[in-house]
C-alpha cells in the first residue's frame, strides 16, 4: 500500500494579523515519527493545537535523511505505531528493515489516515520559545515572524536532528558538490562515475559507501574511528508474512515497552559465568546469524560492564570481520576496532550489507585519518596532514550530529527569569527524566538527554510512551484545574544522580562517542542516554503518573 506526500492539505502558513499572536493551548515542534503522534494525543484530548516543521513534508528524520542506502534498523514488525491495531494491519511493509523512501511513505500515510496535515505547518523553523512569568505561557517566534501564545509547548524534535554541517576550515570554497548526509537534496546526487569521498563510516557512513561503491568512478573513506558491524540480513516480506506479524500485534505491543532496549527481543540467555566457552561461542553464532541489532542487544549484557567479557565479544566480531576482509593488514587496522580502542556495544553498533567487501574493489581506498588527519577542504578536494590533496567532484560529509540536546539548541528557548536552554547545556546537560527541564514551566520533551529515547531505544517505542505520558499529565493537570506543570529541582538532581551512577557502571562511560558528547568540541561530558533499560525507565514512569506526578509542581 502506497501514499502520496500530497494525498492531504498541509495547514497554510500563518501570519500575525496586527500584530495578535496566534492562540494555541499546544504547539508541537516538529513531524516525524513522535510529532505526528504528539499531535494526535493533543488533538484527541480536544486541545487547539497545531504543528510546526521546517520540512515541507512529514517524516522528521526520514524526510531529511534520504543519502543513498539510508534505511532504517529496527525491523519493521516493531519500528511501528501501536495505539491503533487497524493503522498496523493496513499498512504492509517490503522487507524487514525498509528504506528511506518507503518509510517516508509510510509516515505519509499514517499522517493522511488520521487527517494530521491540516494542522501542521510546513516549511516553518521556530526561532525562539520565551516563557512569561506573568501569563505561564510561552511565547513562541517563527522564521516567517509569526508570533504564537502557547500554554503547552511539546518539543519533538528529533535525538538526531542537528547535524553537525561546518566540521572543515574551507569547505565552501570547494569547486565541486558538497553535502552532509542528514541534508541530502530531495532531487538527489548524480555519483555514476564520479571521483567521490566519504568522510566518516558511522552507521550513515556505512550505509552510504556500501550503496555508492559499485557506482561509482573511484571512492576515497576517510576513517577516523573504526567501527565494529554485524551483517543485515532483510528478506522480503509476503502478505503471509504480515498477517503473521499482524496476528501477534497486541503481544508484541506489550512486549516491546518490557524489554531492555524497546525491541522484541532481550537479554534471555543464561549468564555468562554459567556458560563454557563453546556454549558463549553457540550463542553468539545463533545471535549473529540472525542478521540484526540482537547481536548487540539480546545476547551477553555483561559486556556493558565486564571487560573480559568485552573483549571476548569483541574478538569475536573482529575475526569475522578479518575473515571478510581477507586478512588485509592495512584495512584491518583501518576498518576494525583494535583492544585498545574500545569494545563491542559500547559505541552505536552498525547493521550493513556488504560494506568490508567494498574495500576490496580496486576502486576503493580507507585512509586512516588518526595518521593523516583531515586538515581542510580545498578548491580540488580534501588536504590532509601529509599535505597531500585528494581531488574529488563530490564530498559527502557522514560527519553525525549535535545528538540529543543539539536541535533543542539551535531554538532560543528561554525559561522562568529568562534563562537560556542553550547556556544552562552548555555548562551541564541536565533533564528530568528526559520529560521535562526545571526552570522552564509547560515545556515537554521527547527524545532529549537522559532518557532510553535519546540513543539506547527502538525509537517507535520510546518516543510513543513518552508522548503518551506527556499526554496524561497533561490531562491530570488540567483535570485538577491546574495549568502550569514543572519539575521540580529536587526531582531533576535525583534523575540526574540516578542517571549518571547508572551509566558509570558500564563501559560506555569510558569511551568517545556521540553517545558521551565528544563529537562535539566543548560538549558537556555526560551519557546522553539513559542505560538503564527501557522496561525500567517505562515503570518508574508509570509509578509516578499512578502516584499523582509527585517531582512535578502543578500550579
Not at 361 to 376: F, G, L, S, W, Y
Request: hydrophobic fraction near 35%.
Amino acid at each position: 500500500m502506497t501514499a502520496s506526500a500530497n494525498t492531504a492539505t498541509a495547514a497554510p502558513p500563518q501570519r500575525s494579523a496586527n500584530g495578535t499572536p496566534t492562540r494555541l493551548d499546544a504547539l508541537v515542534i516538529g513531524a516525524g515519527i513522535a510529532g505526528l503522534y504528539q499531535l494526535h494525543r493533543m488533538r484527541e484530548m480536544g486541545l487547539k493545537v497545531r504543528a510546526y516543521d521546517t520540512a515541507s513534508g512529514v517524516g522528521g528524520t526520514w524526510y531529511w535523511n534520504r543519502y543513498p542506502g539510508a534505511r532504517f534498523d529496527s525491523q519493521a514488525e516493531v519500528y511501528q505505531y501501536w495505539f491503533s491495531e487497524d493503522l498496523y494491519k493496513s499498512w504492509k511493509p517490503s522487507e524487514r528493515f525498509p528504506a528511506q523512501p518507503e518509510t517516508e511513505t509510510w509516515l505519509n500515510f499514517v499522517a493522511d489516515r488520521l487527517d494530521l496535515k491540516k494542522d501542521i505547518q510546513f516549511n516553518t523553523r521556530i526561532v525562539s520559545a520565551h516563557y512569561r512569568d506573568d501569563t505561564g505561557r510561552w511565547d513562541v517566534t517563527t522564521d516567517a515572524g509569526e508570533r504564537i501564545d502557547t500554554q503547552y509547548l511539546l518539543a519533538c524534535c528529533g535525538m538526531l536532528s542537528a547535524p553537525l554541517v561546518d566540521r572543515f576550515p574551507g569547505q565552501s570554497s570547494f569547486k565541486g558538490t558538497i553535502t552532509h548526509t542528514g541534508l541530502w537534496p530531495k532531487e538527489g546526487i548524480d555519483l555514476k562515475g564520479k571521483r567521490v569521498a566519504v568522510v566518516g563510516t558511522g552507521a550513515t557512513g556505512i550505509q552510504v559507501i556500501q550503496t555508492i561503491g559499485p557506482i561509482v568512478g573511484s571512492l576515497k573513506v576517510f576513517s577516523r574511528t573504526p567501527q565494529y558491524v554485524v551483517p543485515m540480513k532483510n528478506p522480503k516480506y509476503s502478505k503471509e508474512d504480515w498477517d503473521r506479524w499482524s496476528s501477534q500485534f497486541h503481544d508484541l505491543k506489550k512486549r516491546v515497552r518490557q524489554t531492555f532496549a524497546g525491541f522484541h527481543y532481550d537479554f534471555e540467555n543464561r549468564p555468562w559465568a554459567e556458560l563454557g566457552d563453546a556454549e558463549r561461542t553457540q550463542v553468539l553464532e545463533k545471535f549473529w546469524e540472525d542478521g540484526s541489532l540482537s547481536m548487540w542487544l539480546a545476547t551477553f549484557p555483561e559486556m556493558f560492564f565486564d571487560e573480559s567479557v568485552s573483549e571476548v565479544v569483541s574478538e569475536f566480531v573482529r575475526g569475522k570481520m578479518r575473515a571478510r576482509l581477507r586478512n588485509d593488514e592495512k584495512l584491518c587496522k583501518t576498518l576494525i576496532p583494535g583492544r585498545e580502542d574500545y569494545g563491542f556495544g559500547t559505541h552505536r553498533v552498525p547493521l550493513e550489507n556488504k560494506y568490508l567487501e567494498v574495500y576490496l574493489q580496486d576502486n576503493v581506498e580507507a585512509i586512516d585519518c588518526r595518521k593523516t588527519p583531515i586538515e581542510r577542504i580545498v578548491p580540488e578536494g580534501i588536504q590532509t596532514s601529509d599535505g597531500k590533496v585528494h581531488e574529488f567532484d563530490v564530498i559527502v560529509l557522514a560527519v553525525g550530529f549535535d545528538a540529543g540536546s543539539g536541535a533543542l539548541s539551535r531554538i532560543d528557548i528561554r525559561g522562568r527569569g529568562g534563562r537560556s536552554l542553550k547556556d544552562q547545556w552548555q555548562q551541564e546537560i541536565r533533564t528530568a527524566m528526559g520529560l521535562q527541564v526545571h526552570g522552564y514551566p509547560n515545556l515537554f520533551t521527547t527524545g532529549a538527554p537522559l532518557a532510553p529515547s535519546a540513543a539506547l531505544c527502538n525509537m517507535t517505542t520510546c518516543l510513543q510512551q513518552q508522548v503518551d505520558w506527556i499526554t496524561d499529565c497533561i490531562a491530570f493537570a488540567r483535570s485538577q484545574g491546574k495549568s502550569v506543570v514543572e519539575a521540580s529541582k529536587e526531582f531533576e538532581d535525583r534523575w540526574v544522580q540516578h542517571h549518571d551512577e547508572t551509566a558509570a557502571a558500564t563501559l560506555v562511560v569510558k569511551t568517545d562517542s556521540w553517545y558521551m558528547g565528544s563529537n562535539v568540541d566543548g560538549k558537556p561530558r555526560r551519557l546522553l542516554s539513559y542505560i538503564g533499560g527501557v522496561g525500567n525507565y517505562h515503570r518508574q514512569c508509570d509509578e509516578l503518573a499512578a502516584s499523582g506526578y509527585p517531582g512535578f509542581t502543578m500550579a
